[in-house]
């Protein structure tokens, strides 16, 4: 059982999680893993996962590769992940 469940914040998140999970399945499956596992872990995967600046502080960012990212916001005490963006680099 996943310590973390993973929400959407919005529809488009959702609509960009699923497209990648079909061209990419084994990144995502990797990102899955971790998002629902420890996703405040930044050692875990060092150079992915990077706490985000300015306006958007409250987030963290993982490359999924080089070209897409996830931004993602944790709430430890919910045990929840809310997933802001997912894609290109913005």
Do not use: C
């Amino acid at each position: 059982m996943p310590k973390y469940q993973i929400f959407f914040s919005n529809h488009k998140a959702e609509k960009d999680w699923h497209s990648l999970e079909a061209q990419m399945p084994d990144k995502m499956d990797e990102l899955k893993s971790f998002l629902q596992e420890n996703p405040n872990n930044r050692s875990k995967v060092p150079g992915k996962v990077k706490k985000l600046r300015g306006r958007l502080k409250r987030l963290l960012q993982y490359d999924i590769t080089d070209s897409y990212r996830i931004w993602y916001q944790v709430d430890s005490s919910d045990k929840a992940v809310y997933v802001e963006y997912i894609g290109p680099h913005p």
